[in-house]
Each structure stands twice: as C-alpha cells, then as structure tokens.
C-alpha cells in the first residue's frame, strides 16, 4: 500500500509560481510511475503530467507544456510539479496518483491506470 500526501498549493496571482509536493508513505523510487491530475469544479479530471519510475520519461497535458515541469527525487520519495506562469484556469484541486510498475521508461496518462491517489491539494490563481 502506497499513501500519497500532496502539498504546495495555495493562491498565487495570475503570472506567479507555485511547486506542489507529492510525498510517499513508502518506497516508490524504480517502482511506481507518478502522475499529476487536475479537477476544477463542474469538471472531469485532467491530465497535468507524468513521469516514469526512472525518472528518464515525461509526458505534459496540453494546458501543461511549457509551463509546468515534473520531477522526481526518489531518494526522498517525493516528486514535484513545478507550475510557472499561472493562469486563472489552471485553478483547480491537483492531485498525485502512482502505479506499480515493472516498466522503466513507461507512464501513464489516463487516471484509470493509477491505483494510488493522494487527497490533492487546491490551487488558486487570481486574475
């Protein structure tokens, strides 16, 4: 069992940064590919980024690239999603979610193929 613990989000004007936190409970690190997800009210979940267990491949959802970057420090079981250049939109809860995997280079990109998600974390961006 594998429990995640988001951190980071706040409020942040439009243009600011912020770097959310996905702690694990456990070992993840060469195991458990991660992404990062996002729900806005009245809105399905949407996918903000991944990274495979290595740490060698990401993958960005469209609202993301260029902006927004993942990274890993398995060391400390943690990975990060470093957001810049916020906009209003990007207003929402985020949410970290990690898979078991065999698989170095592989990530996923749609919710369903996580079986561990974190409780998420809200962030505000003001205009």
């Known amino acids: 069992q594998v429990q995640l613990v988001e951190s980071g989000g706040g409020l942040v004007q439009d243009g600011g940064s912020l770097r959310l936190s996905c702690a694990a409970s456990r070992q993840i690190s060469g195991n458990y590919a991660v992404g990062w997800f996002r729900q806005a009210p009245g809105k399905e979940r949407e996918f903000v980024a991944a990274i495979s267990r290595n740490g060698a491949n990401t993958n960005y959802g469209e609202s993301a690239k260029g902006r927004f970057t993942i990274s890993r420090d398995n060391a400390k079981n943690t990975v990060y999603l470093q957001m810049n250049s916020l906009k209003p939109e990007d207003t929402a809860v985020y949410y970290c979610?990690?898979?078991?995997?065999?698989?170095?280079?592989?990530?996923?990109?749609?919710?369903?193929?996580?079986?561990?998600w974190g409780q998420g974390t809200q962030v505000s961006v003001s205009s």
């Open positions: 979610a990690a898979r078991f995997t065999s698989m170095d280079n592989l990530y996923y990109t749609l919710p369903g193929r996580y079986n561990y």
